[in-house]
């Protein structure tokens, strides 16, 4: 149980000095974390898997070619290569992942009433398929953000440790993605209500 107070700046100290143990330790550690949302995006396991060992491989590389500069963020660095293995992923599949909707959330809470009509429910699918068309037509950058925060419920400090960029940058992203969806809705003149 020692392994838990060791910081994660020492244990990668000493897997680059030859301590084997030390890497199952940080991945041990951070998997849960680290394959959840891996999943997350892509939401098939098998796919999942093979992310996340080629997140490890990589990370492997990296420290063996003694190329990583610890900052003392090991997990925000982890998730990076993550991340960019998962858009590595879609642009190789050439298709964007499908964000599963779960009953805690739905998209910007519209389905708050369980107790809907099939009228009110297929308003309410039209309304949800209107809305994703809608976020398709943001820039890359801003839907980017839109779609952490709002599909899968991250804070704007793990978006911007994500896609490198300051908390302030991801908060001016989804401003502006805000206002652009508030523009594209008065220009098609689109009503998002049921």
Known sequence: MADLHIPDAL???????????????????HESKIYGFIYSKIADRDISNDIFQDTF???IKTLKSNSY??????????MRISHNLIVDHFRKTKKMPMYRETEEFSIFSVMSDDSLTIEGKMIV?????????????????QKEV?????YQ??????ISELTDVSINTALGRMRY??????????KH???LTN
Request: charged fraction near 35%.
């Open 153 to 158: 419920d991250m804070s704007f400090k793990e």
């Open 177 to 186: 993605a805000l206002m652009n969806l508030r523009k594209i809705i008065d």
């Open 146 to 150: 839109l779609v952490m925060r709002m």
């Open 57 to 59: 491989i990589k990370v």
């Open 189 to 191: 003149q689109i009503i």
């Open 69 to 78: 500069n610890e900052e003392g963020k090991f997990l925000p660095w982890v």
């Open 11 to 29: 244990l990668v100290k000493n897997y680059i000095e030859g301590n084997e143990t030390a890497l199952s330790i940080l991945i041990k550690r």
């Open 125 to 141: 699918d039209q309304v949800e398929v209107d809305l994703k068309r809608l976020i398709e037509e943001l820039p890359e950058d």
